[in-house]
Nanobody, 126 residues
Framework: QVQLVESGGGLVQAGDSLRLSCAPS???????????MGWFRQAPEKGREFVAA?????????NYAESVKGRFAISRDNANKTVTLQMNSLKPEDTAVYYC???????????????WGRGTQVTVSS
């Protein structure tokens, strides 16, 4: 069982930036570089929604939700076993708990992912 740990959340004002990080805690079942990684978020009283994903290996393929395109950027550092989500121009509607996930494919469907973190809260005030 792979445990993922997110960090970097907080309270910011609209227009500010935040950088979220995610890393496995302990051993992974296979090399970190072989996992596709995704970020999802869940706002109060809403379902979990896709934010961004990056493929395994060099991370040359990325995918974003329309609502964050041009503002968020996902990247990975396999040497340090870390995936990051750089969030710029934050809006109040970005307020949510952000979750990191690992799986075999950089999909928008959360059911594709096998391992999850516990989430980090991002709150954007207007």
């Amino acid at each position: 069982q792979v445990q993922l740990v997110e960090s970097g959340g907080g309270l910011v004002q609209a227009g500010d930036s935040l950088r979220l990080s995610c890393a496995p805690s302990g051993r992974t079942g296979r090399p970190f570089s072989t996992y596709a990684m995704g970020w999802f978020r869940q706002a109060p009283e809403k379902g979990r929604e896709f934010v961004a994903a990056i493929r395994w290996g060099d991370g040359s393929y990325t995918n974003y939700a329309e609502s964050v395109k041009g503002r968020f950027a996902i990247s990975r550092d396999n040497a340090n076993k870390t995936v990051t989500l750089q969030m710029n121009s934050l809006k109040p509607e970005d307020t949510a708990v952000y979750y990191c996930a690992a799986g075999d494919w950089p999909d928008t469907n959360d059911k594709i992912y096998e391992f999850w973190g516990r989430g980090t809260q991002v709150t954007v005030s207007s």
